[in-house]
């Protein structure tokens, strides 16, 4: 009797007959076993305590979000393409162009007299429009409605 014809155990025939499966589906990887509740990563983490709901006071300042009083915008510069964040308020007394161009003179060169013409959306912006966030239900009159974190260009121009 050969080693191929020795008579196999039942347990050990039902075994192997059950093995007919394809050669590659042995070699897949199998699926990761689920998490262990220690491996699972509470999505607010350390920073409420246990059951009062407060947040920690270091984690209050990394959570810290822009104030509602004010509206980020972007001036991109012409002379170099430099966006300056600047923020805008949301509630009248609302800024006028005169005033953006008086916030952004600490970024431009001041040695050499400029001129600066803003412009949003194609439009040249006169001195005198408000800036309002859009969100804000004001007058179409005299304002240029500006969305969050828009850009506004401006050319800046040296005068000789």
């Known amino acids: ?91 009248a007394p609302f800024m006028t162009i005169a005033g953006l161009r008086q916030m952004l003179q600490p970024h431009i060169d001041t040695s050499q007299p400029t001129r600066i013409k803003f412009i949003y959306l194609g439009r040249i912006l006169a001195d005198s429009l408000l800036i309002v966030p859009a969100t804000v239900p004001t007058p179409k009159q005299n304002c240029v409605r500006i969305q969050k974190d828009s850009v506004i260009q401006a050319m800046v121009s040296r005068v000789q």
């Open 1 to 91: 009797m050969t080693p191929a014809s020795a008579a196999v155990p039942p347990d050990q025939n039902r075994a192997t007959r059950n093995l007919d499966v394809k050669p590659d589906a042995l070699s897949s990887p199998l699926p990761p076993p689920p998490p262990k509740a220690s491996n699972i990563v509470d999505p607010v983490g350390p920073s409420i305590k246990a059951g009062d709901g407060e947040k920690q006071g270091s984690e209050k300042a990394k959570l810290s979000l822009p104030t509602a009083d004010t509206w980020p915008i972007q001036v991109r510069l012409s002379l170099n393409a430099q966006d300056v964040g600047l923020s805008i308020p949301v509630s």
